[in-house]
């Protein structure tokens, strides 16, 4: 009787296909509602995280134990599509996992300190020249290894991290909160610069002489893709000033004031010839 109340309280197994069919479902409600989701797509057997700081989050996160050894069965879960909306702002990860119900995972980041963030971009003053570098993790491995330090870089540590789950395991960590966690390094394989705005700081302050709008978007290598102004601006959330745009003359202008300075030397003339007649 005892086990009998003990599992009454986990709902039956449901299978994949079920939750996928559940997922769909509340996905087209969101839709409905106006809400945009953002789903966790990967390949079923490929590398959960493939960039650099995809990898680098979720090998931070493996780095510690407590975690190491819960994070195995999120790895499933967000393989086969479970994690249906991730949305990453400020601070905080909100989360819709599709497991025997569809829950509601939360994870709360706290903001990097001020003084961490200012001693991050000391060491790493003018190493970085163009966001393009920064984003694409084309870093050297100096810069890397001071961004990635796993007490004194830019992830988060056990003690900043707070999760829930609506979920009815009791666990701290459960599959849903691992599967999240892991989605999060998927995500900025497409969107590395969500991690400063985790992270709630400003990623351009790293780029070396970030006051001079034309080092942020300084010319890519070769086989780079430049990042525009205006990209520039949504990505980092900061504003250029407008170039000026260059002084072009009048049509006309020059020709203007030559006719004006040769008018004395005609009238001179005329005068001349009148003299003479």
């Known amino acids: 009787m005892a086990y009998g109340s003990y599992y009454d309280e986990f709902p039956a197994y449901v299978s994949v296909a079920e939750r996928r069919k559940r997922a769909a479902r509340k996905l087209a409600q969101l839709r409905k509602k106006g809400h945009a989701p953002a789903p966790i797509v990967l390949e079923p057997r490929g590398a959960i995280a493939k960039t650099f700081w995809g990898k680098a989050w979720c090998d931070h996160l493996e780095s510690y134990a ?5 994070l195995p069965r999120g790895r ?7 994690v249906i909306d991730l949305q990453i702002a ?3 990860v909100r989360a819709l996992v599709s497991g025997s119900e569809i829950y509601e995972a939360t994870i709360a980041v706290t903001p990097l300190a001020a003084a961490r963030w200012k001693a991050v971009r000391k060491d790493c003053a003018g190493q970085i020249g163009t966001v393009v570098e920064l984003l694409s993790g084309k870093l050297s491995r100096a810069v890397m290894e ?3 330090h796993r007490e004194r870089g830019l992830f988060p540590g056990g003690r900043e991290i707070e999760m829930r789950c ?3 395991d009791g666990a701290w960590l459960c599959k849903h909160l691992a599967a999240v966690l892991y989605g999060v390094g998927a995500r900025l394989d497409a969107s590395p610069e969500l991690l400063f ?3 709630g700081v400003d990623g351009a302050e790293l780029v070396a002489a970030a006051g001079d709008a034309g080092a942020l978007v300084a010319a890519p290598m070769p086989g780079e893709v430049g990042i525009a102004s205006g990209d ?10 407008p170039a000026a745009a260059p002084s072009t003359p009048k049509p006309g202008r020059r020709r203007g004031a030559a006719a004006k300075a040769q008018a004395p ?6 005068k001349a010839r009148g003299r003479s007649e």
Do not use: Q
């Open 197 to 199: 705005t985790l992270r």
């Open 76 to 82: 499933s879960y967000v393989r086969n599509g479970s």
């Open 66 to 70: 407590d975690y190491a050894s819960r």
């Open 232 to 241: 520039l601006a949504d990505i980092f959330g900061i504003e250029l000033e």
């Open 90 to 92: 400020t601070g905080e």
């Open 146 to 148: 001071k961004l990635c």
């Open 166 to 168: 609506s979920c009815p």
């Open 265 to 270: 030397r005609r009238r001179e003339a005329k």
